[in-house]
């Protein structure tokens, strides 16, 4: 980039350590500077001793860049947030936006001085500005002027203040010149307006007493304030549909072309502004923002490949002259198109324009289209700010660039991941961080095989193996060369193997490294065979423990027995067929074996509130005369309806299954204390259904038979709001059993043998907006809303049903009120503190594997397998998220052993706004990898699918890796629902080319970057 040294000092410590998070937060400093005016001497900005609003100095990105951001006043879009405000709110906002621009590195502040024939300024050719203070013309009380402050607190920051100015445009959607101030030169000259179809009213510019007040306006900035520049934006005619044929005929001279006499009406406008400026102050610089095409290919030679609008047909600016004439210093077209938009390509346009300036005194600025980050389509070109990041680094990649300007201002404030990009871009690599140093290991000779890292026995039929050697020398394996290799020397290659022993032998230079891998082929399972015939001992069922079940289930009778032989069961008094799963024996050199079956059904009884004892099975196995009799180790028990058959949960935080099976997860949590019928019990007795339906583990509760029936009597109900965590408590007179469960925005909690109903007493704002109950099968059944408005992110259930005895009610006294409670929390948002949007946060980022548990190995093997690299994103990320503001816990910071339930339970109690954990991805060893890379999130709970999303969309697009989606799967440490739980796989470890980009040092500390700037765009 060309050199350009900026007129004021970039005084990044003055701003750097103001962080504000409103207006109400720069109180601390108003009073010091608030009301200094230009007959004081300045003084530094007070720096805040808050070491929340503190960061280190960081590097300027590139000292050569000009780095602006607009401000626009029209319409109150970015400053004031409103008209009419009081001059100390006015200075609030003004500090609070240039605090911030300074922090985001910015170098220059465009602020809009005139938007609509009016005037932030004091000025004696232009009204005050209704967006000021709510009337044309109405000055602001205290003699304030906020170009005079804008300026002067600019400077002090460092910052440089260019005067935007609309020259053309008179007033917004009305055409009714009433609206105007008796003083404005548009009310006194009305033959000097256009009132054009698009409902706005427009100086003509073919006047040229309109072009001398737009001149001298330009001369009264330049001669009464300091500022750095002054600034046109796009607007000029604002199509060919305007009304100037009468002008045309008197003013047009000696040109015949409507045309080109509109388009020598802006070139004098131009070339006579500069001329002014210049003769004023000849440092003041002068430039243009202008549509970013001059013209289509198509229609004019000169023009770029493009076939969007065109700025020198449309608004008749030859945009592209007064950079050759030398009438701006600077030009910053508006490439408002993303990179490969087939309409209006952004690097073919930046490429024109770059021709245009090659050679030539002007500055190119590039104007970007920051406003439009932040698509919620991760589709869309603008998801995120990948784009803003592929146009700056293409910037960078083009001599003639020499800065950027951004439109605007309030959407990095309200698209805080922008924000954060923006400092990080501006402000370089974040060295002050204490980021971990990912090393990689030392070896002696350059070639080393990860995988296999020893001779292997394997019954795959080939295998991927992959190393590292020298990437300047070539690499043979088995005497063919190995084209694969990275970068960094880290290769892969896919071999077969035959039965029996393979071996593979690398070499590099004098280096052999050997490899025997034995294959070995499986074959079928020999069928059971005997000398004689019977029931297999050990194979009857039920086999260990009664099995419990109600009328009308299924239980069945099985066995092992003599393929061809007749086998019954004997329950009851009644005796049962079992039936074969083969009739045909493989052989007959010896007794073949197979299972037998038979399906019972529990007869329907109308016995209540007891256990029937239906007995042990007996199986009968008959066998070309040979006849054995087989007592089953187990009975069959009935379970009638309100039998008094107990579980009482034993363990805290036991896990109920929607099945009698771990698969699939768990789909809720029981307290201790808590009680329910007994429904039904495994044959292995390592499962108990209760009666609210669900199965819990036996080790996880307490059977028991009462003489009395079990029921609860809700009390009372009480529910409270609060910015994070809403509450529905249950004052009940028993301890039962609980579960909530989340489909869509619909909470279902279901209370276990209530009687009764109580109403709930809603409150405005609170998560819960409706509900509806009812009594279902002996339970209370609570169905709750979710507000639309209200992102539900978390949820669980807590009781007090394991009182201690110093407690107000204790085990002793089992009819005192207990307290079953539904907590619910909604999702956080971002503070608004620019360099701290994080700030209030809590994630818990768990480093996968550790110790023992290596992980997946890459092609260092255990040198540098996935619980290094994991561990060192972790901490990465760590550094990174509390640099942002967030309180961090790490599940651990060093090589501990961590099993997958201590990582749960630590996010279970420290209940965080969202649990992280990083992995690195792999594949089966025989899947050849070389192809196979991306970056993906996996999930379990819906409350987790958004920021799974969010997660792979955004550090995919960010940072230009492949985007493997959001998948959902039961997996351990996934399972809390009080928190959004997601396990990122940032890579494939075993695709060499992935792993040199997961043991790349600073491509690892900017991932942590996206990282951060990803949970930044999900809690904004």
Known sequence: MKFRSLRFAIVVVLVLSVILSGCSGISGIIGAIGNTGPEDEEEPVPVTTDPENTIPEPEPHDEEEFRGIWVSTVINLDYPSKPGIPVSELKEEALEILDNCALMGFTAVFLQVRPSGDALYKSELFPWSQYLTGEQGLAPEDDFDPLEFWVEQAHLRGLELHAWINPYRVARLTHDVNTL???NYAYL??????????GHMYYNPGIPAVRTLIVDG?????????????????YFYPDSKFDDDKEFEKFGGRLTDKGDWRRDNINKLIEETYTAIKSVDSSVRFGVSPFGIWANESENPLGSKTRGNQSYYSHYADTRRWVLESWVDYICPQIYWNIGYSIADYEVLLQWWADVVRNTSVDLYIGHASYRTGNPDPDSAWYGTAEIRRQLELNEKTPEVDGSVHFRYAFFITYPPLASFIIDYHHGPAEYVDYPILQLPEYEEALALGRPEKNITTTFDKMYLIGRCNPDLPLYLNGEEVTHITGDGYFGKMVKLDEGENSFEFVQGDVRITRIIHRSVPHGAEPLRKDTAEIIDGSTYPRDYDVYITPGEKITFRCTAPIGASVSVTLAGKSYKLYPSTTKSPGDDAIYYTRFSYTYTLPETDVTGRLVVYGTPVYKMTYEGVTQTVTANAGLVCVTPNAPYYARVTNDNAFIYAKSSTSGGPIGELKAGMVDY?????????WVRLGMGGWVQRTDVDRFEASDSFSVELVDTQYDSSDKWDTLSF???GTPAAKVSLDNSTLTLVISNTENLLPIKLVSGGIISAYSSNIESGSAVYRLTVDKDIVLDGYYLDSDFSMTDSSEHTDNDPSAPRTLTLHLKRRPKVSGIVAKPLKGITVMVDAGHG???????????????????????AVKVKHELERLGAEVLMTRSGDEAVSLDERLSMSRNARPDLFLSIHNNAVEVNVDATSIMGISTWYMRSISKDVAEDIVNYISSDLGRVDRRANQASLYVCRGYWAPSVILETGFICNPTEYEWLTDDEAQNELARSIARALIHYFS
């Open 181 to 183: 101030s008796p003083d």
């Open 189 to 198: 000259h009305p033959e000097w307006l256009v009132m054009h179809t698009d």
């Open 218 to 234: 330009i001369i009264e900035i330049v001669e009464n304030y300091d500022v750095d520049g002054i600034h046109f934006d796009d």
């Open 678 to 686: 007994i429904t039904a019990v495994t044959s292995a007795g390592d």
């Open 731 to 733: 004052s009940v007179d």
């Open 851 to 873: 110790n023992a548990d290596v992980g997946a190995l890459g092609p260092l093997g255990v040198d540098m397998a996935e619980k290094d690299i994991t561990l060192l994103t």
